[in-house]
């Protein structure tokens, strides 16, 4: 809480239970304590997963951001696509 203005958990695994929701009262809880406003949080996914985003959304992330590895060069058209089509349904 000393040192930073946002919180930038990465969560590479989708697969595995996250916490967010624990970890980001406790950071709340924390900011209280040291009388700052709460911390911007700012997920990074390892995957673009419409139902994690929607979970972070509800939890009151702010921002999240995907880190698109395609596997192939022609993959990367279709991952952005799909990530343009979330846009409207999580811009605030």
Excluded: N
């Excluded at 985003?53 to 698109?68: D, F, H, N, P």
């Excluded at 060069?73 to 349904?89: E, I, K, M, N």
Aim: include cysteine.
């Amino acid at each position: 809480m000393e040192y930073g203005d946002e919180w930038f958990p990465w969560f590479p695994d989708l697969t595995i239970d996250l916490h967010l929701e624990e970890d980001m009262h406790e950071l709340a809880r924390l900011c209280a304590e040291a009388g700052r406003e709460p911390a911007r949080v700012t997920v990074v996914l390892g995957a673009l997963d419409e139902a994690v985003m929607e979970r972070c959304a509800k939890a009151g992330v702010y921002r999240c951001a995907i880190a698109l590895v395609p596997r192939r060069p022609a993959d990367v058209d279709s991952l952005l696509d799909r990530g343009a089509r979330l846009v409207p349904q999580f811009s605030a």
